[in-house]
């Protein structure tokens, strides 16, 4: 039986706003991952099996490695189609802020989130949750948002509503969100969560090889010359870094989301600890990092790069000028040895 961690205050509140509300939009952070559209997705199939008009509505496009969830093709890109996001928000009875806990996250919807007059619940597993949200649910120990939804939709009572195209969502957003259960890993409700998502159809073989091993020839090739030619080791801190220029990404037909994963490659070099990945988009230097143990990438991200996160990945951005980039990095030596200390 799994822990009852959402508070029943929060579990009242919820279903009485759900009573409510008839159009649901349910929104995530810019450029979403698995985890952020996955639970979105998984609560936009569950709230329509019970009658509701429930509408994802995301900052920007979903990375093309998630183009076989269910219910995807409806998803509404606010960097494509505006007007129309504008018009689902400005409709809305009640809007879902799900895998984000501050309204920055959402980019160039803030201010139409921000303005939407309707009631908003958000559901996220990052630290420090900002006040916007007429309920939050935040639970900074759980392994992903997705794990919240599944819970949350568990004590409304809705679990027999969660189908198969819910539960494959879910099921991805808890797998991306921990590199196929390889950190964030270890709470025993995680499996039992899991075994429910098996009985309700989801094919775990399937969706592992369509999300998160097929490739195209050039994201490939672009993790490839990734680690061959833009990986730098640091042994004495056990900390490895790649940097992608504009050029670089340009090279390889770069799309949001094809460099899922690469953080996490130097990892597998022996007695490596931490690996940074820097990525020089057009208006900002997006910082990624993991870290194994209990060496703390979420303080780094917090004190040198405007983000935070979880223990071993967080992440964070910088102003778009990479040379500053590389010294804000060579910055952070003192406290990765501080915390390889710590670690030890």
């Known amino acids: 039986m799994l822990k009852q961690i959402i508070s029943e205050s929060n579990i009242r509140q919820v279903r009485k706003l759900l009573e409510e509300s008839e159009r649901i939009v349910i929104t995530c952070h810019k450029s979403p991952d698995g985890d952020a559209i996955g639970s979105s997705l998984g609560l936009a199939h569950t709230l329509s099996n019970i009658g509701k ?128 259960f390889t950190y964030n890993s270890n709470d025993p409700d995680l499996y039992l969560i899991i075994s429910e998502l098996l009985h309700k159809g989801v094919n775990k073989d399937e969706i592992y090889k369509k999300v998160m091993n097929t490739k195209t020839s050039d994201v490939l090739k672009l993790h490839s010359y990734a680690i061959a030619e833009k990986m730098e080791i640091f042994p004495e801190l056990q900390t490895a870094l790649i940097v992608l220029r504009r050029d670089d990404l340009k090279r390889f037909d770069y799309h949001p989301g094809d460099d899922e994963g690469l953080v996490n490659v130097p990892l597998g070099i022996e007695n490596m600890v931490y690996s940074v990945y820097l990525r020089e988009d057009s208006n900002q230097i997006k910082v990624s990092t993991r870290s194994v143990g209990n060496f703390r990438a979420d303080l780094i991200c917090q004190d040198f790069y405007n983000g935070g996160g979880h223990i071993n990945a967080a992440g964070g951005e910088l102003p778009p000028d990479l040379d500053a980039a590389l010294e804000k990095f060579r910055s952070t030596f003192p406290a990765i040895k501080k915390y390889l200390k710590e670690k030890h």
């Open 53 to 180: 008009e429930a509408k994802v509505v995301t900052p920007d496009r979903p990375p093309r490695s998630l183009r076989c969830l269910p219910g995807i093709k409806d998803v509404v890109p606010y960097t494509q189609y505006p007007e129309f996001a504008h018009q689902l928000m400005a409709d809305a009875d009640l809007i879902f802020c799900l895998d984000f806990n501050a309204l920055y996250r959402v980019d160039r919807m803030r201010d139409e989130l921000a303005a939407a007059s309707c009631p908003k619940i958000m559901v996220d597993h990052h630290e420090g949750p900002e006040p916007f949200a007429d309920v939050i649910i935040s639970h900074p120990a759980q392994s992903s948002t997705s794990v919240l939804v599944f819970r949350l939709l568990c004590r409304l009572e809705l679990f027999d509503r969660i189908d198969r195209k819910a539960a494959t969502c879910i099921y991805t957003g808890m797998m991306t969100d921990t590199g196929n």
